[in-house]
């Protein structure tokens, strides 16, 4: 089992920046991906970034260029670090990790993006 919490989002402006966090509850050095969702109103979630355990990283084409997802096994903590963000990009987003076994989700955390 795995706990997951996200932090970092908020309310900001068409251009701004913002970094999540995911801080899980046990090392993650067994999670073999690690990845960010998203879900807008009235929208399907949809896969945002990833990273391996090996240290591949992937990202939806909407988000290429502007967010960077990295992990830091030391701190058990997986980043996405999002610029020139857009009022598109507005969603809870959430994090996931799949090890061997299961997928685990944290409760998301809201990114609002003004125009």
């Known amino acids: 089992q795995v706990q997951l919490v996200e932090s970092g989002g908020g309310l900001v402006q068409a251009g701004g920046s913002l970094r999540l966090s995911c801080a899980a509850s046990?090392?993650?050095?067994?999670?073999?991906?690690m990845d960010w969702y998203r879900q807008a109103p009235g929208k399907q979630r949809e896969l945002v970034a990833g990273?391996?355990?090996?240290?591949?990283?992937y990202y939806t084409d909407s988000v290429k260029g502007r967010f960077t997802i990295s992990r830091d096994n030391a701190k058990n903590t997986v980043y996405l670090q999002m610029n020139r963000l857009k009022p598109e990009d507005t969603a809870v987003y959430y994090c996931?990790?799949?090890?061997?076994?299961?997928?685990?989700w944290g409760q998301g955390t809201q990114v609002t993006v003004s125009s």
């Open positions: 990273i391996t355990s090996g240290g591949r990283k």
């Open positions: 996931k990790a799949s090890d061997n076994f299961n997928d685990y």
């Open positions: 046990r090392s993650i050095f067994s999670i073999n991906v």
